[in-house]
């Protein structure tokens, strides 16, 4: 199974301050039809996870353009430009290229 | 509107089998998969195991040999059926359609194992 490696485990930021989450596959997520098949989530407490980025660089219907996801091959990024109170959660990547479908561990995000 | 929601016992006793059921408005199951996603408390999300379109199943290799997934489509239904059930089976579980640019996900359903 395909192995994503999410760092940091926690991320504390001010309002306003901009971070970023990496997320390292163990294999290639580049798929034989051309699509890299790498989304990110949020999950706020207490809710189900929030689809933000997919495809690597798409931002979901919806979704602020503060966030913005970067990346190829193993390695990919989830940025938030500045950071929201709203944003507060865990982050997850998740890909979909390889059966079975893996998350990263996760990254939670909290407001200092 | 596209909506999904996961019904099914709270509450489980060790080695029985867990039900749930996924029931979907505004999505045709014969034209989108649904997935099930679980997650222990406090921890990371897991997906179990997908139903495509066309009936046909995929699951997490780790569960395969407890895992079922079916569905009825006249009533917009997709059902997960686990046997043997364990403490470590206790978790929210979730129903998503987890598309290539949308996805909807239900908002879950707490089962706990225990005696």
């Known amino acids: 199974d395909v192995v994503l490696t999410q760092t940091p485990s926690i991320l504390s930021a001010t309002i306003g301050q901009s971070v970023s989450i990496s997320c390292r596959s163990s294999?290639?997520?580049?798929?034989?039809?051309?699509?890299?098949?790498l989304y990110w989530f949020l999950q706020r407490p207490g809710q189900s996870p929030q689809r933000l980025i997919y495809?690597?660089?798409n931002l979901g219907s919806g979704v602020p353009n503060r966030f913005s996801g970067s990346g190829s091959g193993t390695d990919f990024t989830l940025k938030i430009s500045g950071v929201e109170a709203e944003d507060l959660g865990v982050y997850y990547c998740m890909q979909a290229t390889h059966a079975p479908l893996t998350f990263g561990s996760g990254t939670k995000l909290e407001i200092k | 509107q596209v909506q999904l929601k996961e019904s099914g016992p709270g509450l489980v006793q060790p080695s029985q089998t867990l039900s749930l059921t996924c029931t979907v408005s505004g999505l045709s199951l014969t034209s989108n998969s649904v997935s099930w996603i679980r997650q222990p408390p406090g921890k990371g999300l897991e997906w179990m195991g997908v139903i495509w379109s066309n009936g046909g199943t995929d699951y997490n290799s780790a569960i395969k040999s407890r895992l079922s997934i079916s569905r009825d489509t006249s009533k917009s239904q997709v059902f997960l059926k686990m046997n043997s059930l364990q403490t470590e089976d206790t978790a929210m579980y979730f129903c998503a359609k987890l598309g290539v640019v949308f996805d909807y996900w239900g908002q879950g359903v707490m089962v706990t194992v225990s005696s």
């Open positions: 294999q290639s997520l580049l798929d034989s039809d051309g699509n890299t098949y």
């Open positions: 495809l690597v660089s």
